[in-house]
Nanobody, 128 residues
Framework: QVQLRESGGGLVQAGGSLRLSCLAS????????VGWFRQAPGKEREGVAA???????SYADSAQGRFTIFRDKAKNTVYLRMMNLKPEDTAMYYC??????????????????????WGQGTQVTVSS
């Protein structure tokens, strides 16, 4: 059974940092594209960052320069390091995974339809 479990969310002041974790069981993330998505109240879910099977990364404009996605193969975990957090980063953050095929575009990597496996989410709240 495939499971993705997010952790690391919490309450942080603007300008602070958090590191989210996505631990996988039932599959090896080495061969998967993994994305981080977020959904704020009243808004659609949006892709934030993704990492391909060859460790190519993609970022939304809102995350570029502040967020970093990376994987630890030994721990079968993908992380999202978030720095200089802003109140508008407040959202439920989800990780997602699917089989990786080469040539994935940024739009595809950050699109919900590219993923079949989803975690339950972890809440990030940034206070001003």
């Amino acid at each position: 059974q495939v499971q993705l479990r997010e952790s690391g969310g919490g309450l942080v002041q603007a300008g602070g940092s958090l590191r989210l974790s996505c631990l996988a069981s039932g599959l090896s993330l080495d061969d998967y594209v993994v994305g981080w998505f977020r959904q704020a109240p009243g808004k659609e879910r949006e892709g934030v960052a993704a990492i391909d099977g060859d460790d190519t990364t993609s970022y939304a404009d809102s995350a570029q320069g502040r967020f970093t996605i990376f994987r630890d193969k030994a721990k079968n975990t993908v992380y999202l390091r978030m720095m200089n957090l802003k109140p508008e980063d407040t959202a439920m953050y989800y990780c997602a995974a699917d089989h990786w095929t080469s040539g994935l575009t940024t739009v595809q990597a950050l699109g919900e339809s590219s993923y079949n496996y989803w975690g339950q989410g972890t809440q990030v709240t940034v206070s001003s």
